[in-house]
């Protein structure tokens, strides 16, 4: 069953905006997570932002002041909106959920992120 669906991903030039959305078909208000991770062609699935139950964030500092996740537990979507990119933004990017407590201590470990998404992509030209 497919649970966690990206879209809004696409190509873009460096200094422009994208916002990204995560449709849930399980209950998100649930979880102790939702966080989004990237993945760059040769290089290790990173995490970008995450938020947890109590609305609090964190952002990988690569993106931090840039991006920002949010999230609607009422129409089930997790969002990040994406701005100032930049080409080292181009990747996969991944929604997850996550419903271990751990999440809120090792922040952004996806080990402890039980859901994902099949990603969508973003490409950043400069």
């Known amino acids: 069953q497919v649970f966690l669906v990206e879209s809004g991903g696409g190509s873009v030039q460096a200094g422009e905006s994208l916002r990204l959305s995560c449709a849930a078909s399980l209950d998100i208000s649930d979880s102790s997570c939702m966080g989004w991770f990237r993945q760059a062609p040769g290089k290790e699935r990173e995490g970008v932002a995450q938020?947890?139950?109590?609305?609090?964030?964190t952002y990988a500092g690569s993106v931090e002041g840039r991006f920002t996740v949010s999230k609607d537990n009422a129409k089930k979507h997790l969002y990040l909106q994406m701005n100032n990119l930049k080409p080292e933004d181009t990747a996969t990017y991944y929604c997850?959920?996550?419903?271990?407590?751990?999440?809120?201590?090792?922040?952004?470990?996806?080990?402890?992120?039980?859901?994902w998404g099949q990603g969508t992509q973003v490409t950043v030209s400069s």
């Open positions: 997850a959920a996550s419903y271990s407590w751990a999440c809120t201590i090792s922040i952004m470990t996806e080990g402890y992120y039980n859901y």
């Open positions: 938020i947890d139950n109590d609305g609090d964030t």
